[in-house]
Every structure is written in structure tokens, then in C-alpha cells.
């Protein structure tokens, strides 16, 4: 799915948050949605086909991708995949140095923009990702003195091996100029899931002729309008039956589904085993 991801990272004091995700997580799949926090991506095992944008990259284990403020982005685990990411305000870095504070600003701002896929990148970058990731994890005592030392050796890596390039309005690529309409349509869609939403309704939320509607959202997100939607119900479907106390008929109209059986073959297909088996594991 496609959708501006708002939520509350952390604390307001500590804006990071750690997401481990292997088969049992609900969203397991990533859906396509954006957000203006950074990102990191680790992947623990397997591979992960990950799309930025215009980009795609097929990550292994071992490999960090980064993820840009407000990139549309989504990724597919293979059968192996295990994954973690982190999101976060970089404004958590508070410094009163003048060349520091304007790095840190200037990728806020969306002024530079970092290197998304750093599987070549030196040890020195590798060394302090995998600090950032392990001190999250482990959550000692002092681990937010570890995640705020290894933030800024990740920024000391990127910055002395030149892994950024400044932006200018000149250098946006002609296809992502029609991302501001994807958007539109990927709110569209979270804000109306639980209703009903037809291929008409998306095509005019993206000023576009259903045809070519279909090309374009195939190109940009690798499924189609329906796909997506259809994905999208069922990782809300999931949300719901991991953290609310709803019987699985009533996740199931809550998450667009009028037809009891079809949401059960169609989860069962997504996720691997029935919404019942999913929400009791």
C-alpha cells in the first residue's frame, strides 16, 4: 500500500523506534507509504526486493538501505527474509555547531539526499549501522548514549566517503514528478479503505484515464490499483487482529470485506494461514 505513515515514533524526547519483522509481523510485506522521518533498513536474513521512488534494489543480509525523508517506499521479503528497520526524527541530534547543523538541516529539508543502497559502502558506515541497530535492540541502560554516538558516526561516514549529493528542483526526475498524484491516491485509500472503492474512483483522484491510471500505479508500486487495495485491507485486517479484542467477522467489514469466505481465502493466501490461526499465534 501506498499511504503518508503518521505515527509517533518513540518518545517525544527519543523519536526512534525499532521494528523487527519476520513472518508473524502484520506488516511483513511493506506496504508503499512515505513518512518524513529517515529510515534505516537491516536486513538480518534472506533478501528483500525494495522499491524508493523510481528505485529498486534486491538487499541481502548484511546490506542497510536508507530511506530518504518523504521517498515512497515498499518492500517484498522472500521466504527467508528477516528484517528490521528504524524510524526517526534526525532533529533528535541536537548540536550548536554551525557545519553540523546545517548537514542535519539540509537532509531534513530534503536538500541533500543520501545514498539509498550501501552495500559497497566503507567499514566505518557498516560498523556504526550495526551499533545503531544492536543498541536499539538490546535497550540497556545507557543505549540511548550508544544510538546517538552511532547516528552520528553513520553521519561522519556518509559525509568523509561523499555518500550524498545536493538537490536541486532541475535534478527531480520526470517520473517523479508524478508522485505528488500517487500520493493522492495512496490517501485516498487509507482514509476510505472501509468503504467502498472502485478503480474509477482511484483514477480520478489521480486526474488520469483508467488505463492509463492502471499503467502508471503498475509501474510505480509493481501491482495493480486492485492489488493494492486489496493488500492494503489485508495488512489493516492484520493490524486488527494482533491488537484489538474484534471477532474475525468483524475485522473482516472493517476492513472493506463484505464476503466472510473471500476474506478468509484471501488472507489465508497473503499471509500464509487463516485470520484466525494469524491472530492466535
Given at each position: 500500500?501506498?499511504?503518508n505513515?503518521?505515527?509517533?515514533?518513540?518518545s517525544e524526547?527519543?523519536?526512534i523506534?525499532l521494528y523487527?519483522?519476520?513472518k508473524?509481523h502484520?506488516r511483513?510485506?511493506?506496504?508503499f507509504?512515505?513518512?518524513?522521518?529517515?529510515?534505516?533498513i537491516?536486513?538480518?536474513?534472506?533478501?528483500l526486493n525494495?522499491?524508493l521512488?523510481s528505485?529498486?534494489?534486491i538487499?541481502k543480509k548484511g546490506?542497510?538501505?536508507f530511506v530518504?525523508?518523504e521517498?515512497?517506499?515498499?518492500?517484498?521479503?522472500?521466504?527467508e527474509?528477516?528484517?528490521?528497520?528504524?524510524?526517526m526524527r534526525?532533529d533528535?541530534?541536537?548540536?550548536?555547531d554551525?557545519?553540523c547543523?546545517?548537514?542535519?538541516?539540509?537532509?531534513?529539508n530534503k536538500?541533500?539526499?543520501v545514498?539509498?543502497?550501501?552495500?559497497n559502502?566503507?567499514?566505518?558506515?557498516?560498523d556504526s549501522?550495526?551499533?545503531?541497530?544492536?543498541s536499539?535492540?538490546?535497550?540497556?541502560?545507557g543505549?540511548k548514549f550508544s544510538?546517538i554516538?552511532?547516528?552520528?558516526?553513520?553521519?561522519?561516514?556518509?559525509?568523509?566517503?561523499g555518500m550524498?549529493s545536493t538537490?536541486?528542483?532541475?535534478?527531480?526526475?520526470?517520473?517523479?514528478?508524478?508522485?505528488?498524484?500517487?500520493?493522492?491516491?495512496?490517501?485516498y485509500i487509507?482514509e476510505?479503505?472501509d468503504k467502498?472503492?472502485?478503480l474509477?474512483?482511484?483514477?480520478?483522484?489521480?486526474?488520469?484515464s483508467q488505463k492509463y491510471?492502471?499503467?502508471?500505479?503498475?509501474?510505480?508500486?509493481?501491482k495493480?490499483?486492485?492489488?493494492y487495495?486489496?493488500?492494503?485491507?489485508?495488512?489493516?485486517s492484520a493490524?486488527?487482529?494482533?491488537?484489538t479484542?474484534?471477532?474475525?467477522t468483524?475485522?473482516?467489514?472493517?476492513c472493506?470485506?463484505?464476503?466472510?469466505?473471500?476474506?478468509i481465502?484471501?488472507?489465508?493466501?497473503?499471509?500464509?494461514?487463516?485470520?484466525a490461526?494469524f491472530?492466535n499465534?
Amino acid at each position: 500500500m501506498i499511504y503518508n505513515e503518521l505515527v509517533e515514533r518513540g518518545s517525544e524526547n527519543f523519536p526512534i523506534e525499532l521494528y523487527l519483522l519476520d513472518k508473524n509481523h502484520p506488516r511483513y510485506e511493506m506496504s508503499f507509504h512515505w513518512h518524513s522521518e529517515i529510515e534505516f533498513i537491516r536486513i538480518i536474513s534472506g533478501k528483500l526486493n525494495v522499491k524508493l521512488n523510481s528505485n529498486e534494489y534486491i538487499a541481502k543480509k548484511g546490506d542497510i538501505i536508507f530511506v530518504n525523508p518523504e521517498t515512497i517506499h515498499g518492500a517484498i521479503p522472500d521466504d527467508e527474509c528477516i528484517y528490521e528497520c528504524i524510524v526517526m526524527r534526525f532533529d533528535v541530534l541536537n548540536t550548536a555547531d554551525e557545519d553540523c547543523r546545517f548537514f542535519i538541516d539540509s537532509l531534513i529539508n530534503k536538500e541533500i539526499v543520501v545514498s539509498e543502497y550501501n552495500h559497497n559502502a566503507p567499514k566505518s558506515f557498516f560498523d556504526s549501522a550495526n551499533t545503531l541497530f544492536d543498541s536499539m535492540r538490546a535497550s540497556n541502560q545507557g543505549y540511548k548514549f550508544s544510538v546517538i554516538s552511532a547516528l552520528y558516526g553513520l553521519i561522519a561516514a556518509i559525509i568523509d566517503n561523499g555518500m550524498y549529493s545536493t538537490v536541486s528542483s532541475a535534478q527531480i526526475l520526470p517520473k517523479n514528478k508524478s508522485l505528488p498524484r500517487l500520493k493522492k491516491v495512496l490517501s485516498y485509500i487509507r482514509e476510505n479503505y472501509d468503504k467502498q472503492i472502485t478503480l474509477q474512483s482511484m483514477a480520478q483522484k489521480a486526474n488520469m484515464s483508467q488505463k492509463y491510471f492502471c499503467s502508471f500505479f503498475k509501474e510505480m508500486t509493481s501491482k495493480t490499483p486492485m492489488e493494492y487495495l486489496i493488500l492494503y485491507r489485508i495488512e489493516c485486517s492484520a493490524r486488527k487482529l494482533k491488537s484489538t479484542d474484534m471477532s474475525v467477522t468483524d475485522v473482516a467489514l472493517s476492513c472493506g470485506f463484505n464476503d466472510l469466505s473471500y476474506f478468509i481465502k484471501t488472507f489465508k493466501k497473503i499471509k500464509g494461514c487463516t485470520p484466525a490461526k494469524f491472530k492466535n499465534v
